[in-house]
Structures are given as C-alpha cells and as structure tokens.
C-alpha cells in the first residue's frame, strides 16, 4: 500500500490499468530469483482518489481521475509549454497494475473523469488510452503540423499509430 510521501502526491485505487508495449521489454528481462515478493508494472492508469497532500487541491476523495505515464508539476517552462516529459520536478509513472498506486505532483498530473463514469463502466477501456497512446498519437500529428491541407502517413498500425491517424483526422487530414 503506497503512502503520500510528499505533499503534492495523492494516492490512487486502481479501477482500469493498461499494458503497454513499453511494459514488455523490462516484463521479459526480468530475472525471476531477483523478485521475490514481485514488482507492479505499468504506466497506464485510471483510478480513485484515496488519499490526497496537503498540496493538492480542486480534488476530493473518491473523484475518479486518469493519470498521463508521465507526472509534471504543471508549473515549469516545460509543462508550461506542454512538454510534461520534461518536466524539471516530473518524472514516469510506474507500478500502475498494482491495486493502489502513489501518484507524484498529483495536482499537475490527475485529470478528474465525469462524476457519472461508474468503475465498471464499459467506456473505461477508451478513457484509458488517454494516459499514454492518444496524447501520443496526438502529439505526433500536433508535431507534424496536420491540418486540413495534410497528406499523412502513418507507418505502424499498433495503439499509437491507429491514434495517430484517428489524431490527423480530428485535426483536417482528408488523406
């Protein structure tokens, strides 16, 4: 059971968590003799407020929130300019397949959800992609500058390539 470590941390019940592909590569390195008591995996994560810092405000408990794979203060030049990734008091999430997860700079970092979601709605798979594959498919075609003059390609047809061109769509791509 992780505990608030810093004010600015809140801690999550797990309600919908993802596997990634990124969460393959260290699952297949893994020496099992050197985890013994196991380690949680994952970066994906949709969750209730179980606890919060004193720090983080505009949340109560119980608010169902969906938290990015990377955690920023939301304050800097870097999260200021969007770029949580860079974020100089931010860092990646981790242990998100566990049944609670410790959630750093929560209040730059939790999106409250709808009060009328309820834990066992059938939207969360959707909601979910929003914690890494959208906002990464999305940043590539903001990256890209597509708009409704745009010819796009996307090579790959995994989570993040489908929403990359669902993305270019939403931003005018005809092709």
Known sequence: MPKIEEPTD????????AVCGSDLHPYRNMDAHNHENGEAMGHEVIGRIEELGTDV??????????????YGDNSCPFCQEGLMTSCVNGGFMTGCQAEYVRVPQAQGSMF????????????????????????????????????????????????????????????????
Request: cysteine-free; glycine content about 10%; charged content about 20%.
């Open 112 to 175: 409250k959800l709808p009060d009328t979601i309820e834990d066992d709605s059938p939207l969360l798979p959707s909601l979910l992609t929003l914690a890494d594959v959208y906002g990464t498919g999305y940043h590539a075609a903001v990256m890209a500058g597509v708009n409704e003059d745009t010819t796009v390609t996307v090579v790959g047809d995994g989570a993040v390539g489908l929403l990359a061109v669902l993305s270019a769509n939403k931003l005018g791509a005809k092709k």
């Open 10 to 17: 809140s801690v999550l019940k797990v309600v919908a968590a």
């Open 57 to 70: 405000t505009g949340f109560k408990k119980g608010d169902l929130v969906v938290v990015p794979f990377a």
